[in-house]
């Protein structure tokens, strides 16, 4: 079988293997990792092959316009690479992080059913295969992040994740249907050459408010942080390297579309800028060490959606990819630390690991760097290719420089934190799976710069951008905020409460009111309408009947008894009258007969 024409094979691997897991629930740890290595392969060998042009393959039509085909090119391999390279480190080091929970099995069937789904949705040829793989990933995300659902609080934020991101999904299933209304077609390539006009500008919008949910972004961003209730590979699988990528990865497929409605390319810059430094301030006084990076990812993904919406999709796909490293290197160390600190999570009961976990403190050491932009790594090189495409506007550019700054200052405070200091919790090296899996995501957070798109002329960028860094990893030691910043920081600006306000309160209280009106004068209005006419159509069928059918009847038989009425004065039952009335009969004709 020829490898690059059978491309379409590459996510039915993780779904054999899910489907194995599941019927024989044994050998998982053998299993899981075999189904993404395979597909990691597979890719790698076509990504190796001699470029013969964009691959694609129709597996069937599902209806006129709309069909079920698969399309690899340049930008859907490296997502694949991407996905199923990360996939795979992250299901090794779930071998020695998971061992012995319940539910062993379970676990990894859920990550190769993630898989599979991320792999459809980066390898679709059109937006409606792209949404099944966009609400798969969602449910896989939802059973992963409930995976102890033994836990009430597990549960609750695993349902506020699902909920949020169906209100994005929402959006993207209206945008999808208004394209197949007003073009005809959800292709990629046909899309890319729609001209402006109100409708696709609507689509467009409605597809950013998908992209919102799905990689965590103004308004419906605050579903990240409470998802890390999760096992800790599942964040640095889901909320790190592919899932919440799915926005961006959406922007760059569209790109020629969202560049003919630049509207909506702005719209999406500036919900990045915000949300990139509303994120930044929040990590900046958090304590969880998984929240910490948790909102770090939110705002990474706001500089690549401020990427996105300038039109600079290179930048935003190079720091998608350095992301993937760095911020996976990241939540596996904390996956150890709190692995050895017995689920210790808080980073104020931490300190002084460094010589307790020496080589988890050189792997983290090198994410944090990578993560903040030191010069020479990694998320250097991607991040400055961002501050370049902010350069047509000063203030995004201002808030790119600001949100790098709270980024090295966040990322310093918690690698001093954990690791610096006095020492207070008894704690262990990582060993086998969850430690050696982590060198080559610290070569890529090292390397990985070195081989994306460079820019031309920038270095007054790169020098303001390697100052900033090492201006927020040496303030970030120590840094101390007023109290007021800090309190309003710490409310995390205090959207949760203004949700709970809008959407909670109002809607429960004023919209049940509001709904109870509604039923009642509006809902109910339509079976009472009903009712009056069913009695009113029966009162008139039931003069009907009296009136006109029993009047018919009674009416005939009151003419039959008024005809037939001296007929029955003659019919008396005497025997006497009837021979008088023979005899007198008889008497008769004869004398009529004589007479004449």
Not at 85 to 109: K, N
Not at 119 to 144: D, F, K, M, R, T
Not at 167 to 185: E, H
Not at 541 to 557: E, H, I, N, Q
Request: proline content about 4%.
């Amino acid at each position: 079988m020829n490898l690059v024409s059978s491309f379409w094979l590459i996510p039915l691997y993780p779904l054999i293997g899910a489907a194995l897991i599941v019927l024989i629930r044994r050998r998982a740890a053998f299993i899981a990792p075999s189904a993404i290595a395979l597909s990691f392969l597979h890719a790698l060998a076509i990504t190796a092959s001699p470029s013969g042009g964009p691959l694609d393959h129709t597996l069937y039509e599902w209806m006129p316009g709309i069909s079920f085909r698969l399309f690899a090119d340049d930008l859907s391999l490296l997502m694949v690479l991407i996905v199923s390279g990360i996939g795979l480190l992250i299901h090794i080091y779930s071998i020695g992080y998971m061992a012995g929970e319940q539910g062993f099995w379970r676990y990894f069937a859920y990550l190769n059913f993630f898989v599979f789904f991320m792999l459809l949705l980066v390898l679709a040829s059109n937006l409606v295969v792209l949404y099944v793989g966009w609400e798969g990933v969602g449910l896989a995300s939802y059973l992963l992040i409930g995976f102890h659902h033994d836990r009430p609080t597990v549960n609750r934020n695993a349902n506020k994740a699902f909920l949020y991101n169906r209100a994005g999904d929402a959006g993207f299933l209206l945008g999808t249907l208004i394209l197949l209304t007003t073009a005809g077609t959800t292709e990629f390539a046909a899309l890319n050459q729609l001209p402006a006009s109100g409708a696709m500008l609507t689509a467009a919008l409605l597809l950013v408010l998908g992209a919102t949910g799905k990689s965590a972004q103004l308004p419906l961003f605050v579903w990240l942080p409470d998802a890390m209730v999760g096992p800790t590979p599942v964040s640095a699988l889901i909320h790190a390297a592919t899932m919440v990528t799915a926005g961006i990865y959406l922007f760059a497929r569209l790109a020629p579309f969202y560049a003919a409605n630049p509207g909506a390319g702005m719209v999406i810059a500036i919900l990045g800028a915000t949300t990139a430094l509303i994120a930044a301030t929040i990590a900046l006084v958090e304590n969880d060490i998984k929240r910490i990076l948790a909102y770090s990812t939110v705002s990474q993904l706001g500089l690549m959606f401020l990427a996105s919406g300038l039109g600079a999709n290179s930048a935003a796909l190079f720091h998608l990819a350095t992301h993937a490293f760095f911020k996976a290197l990241l939540f596996l160390c904390a996956g150890n630390i709190i692995h050895a600190l017995h689920g210790e999570q808080d980073i104020r009961y931490m300190g002084g690991l460094r010589d307790k976990m020496p080589w988890t403190f050189r792997l983290m050491t090198i994410g944090v760097l990578s993560l903040a932009g030191f010069p020479g790594l990694a998320g250097f090189f991607s991040k400055d290719a961002i501050l370049v495409a902010a350069q047509s506007s000063p203030v995004l550019l201002t808030i790119g420089f600001l949100v790098s700054f709270l980024t090295a200052a966040y990322a310093s405070r918690m690698l001093m934190a954990v690791f610096f200091g006095v020492y207070q919790r008894d704690a262990h090296e990582a060993q086998a799976t969850t430690l050696h899996t982590l060198w080559p995501l610290a070569l890529g957070s090292i390397a990985a710069g070195y081989f994306g798109p460079h820019s031309v002329g920038a270095w007054p960028i790169m020098i303001g951008s390697g100052l900033v860094s090492i201006a927020g990893l040496y303030l970030g030691r120590s840094i101390r905020l007023p109290a007021f910043l800090k309190f309003f920081f710490g409310r995390k600006w205090f959207i949760n409460e203004a949700y709970e306000a809008v959407l909670v309160t109002a809607a429960a209280s004023r919209g049940s009111s509001a709904l109870g009106w509604v039923d009642s004068n509006i809902v109910d209005l339509l079976p009472r309408l009903s009712a009056g006419f069913t009695s009113a159509l029966s009162l008139f069928s039931g003069w009907t009947d009296r009136a006109l059918v029993d009047g018919t009847v009674k009416a005939t038989a009151l003419s039959f008894e008024a005809v037939s009425y001296p007929i029955r004065l003659l019919q008396t039952g005497r025997i006497q009258q009837y021979a008088l009335v023979i005899l007198l009969s008889l008497a008769s004709a004869l004398g009529w007969y004589w007479l004449r």
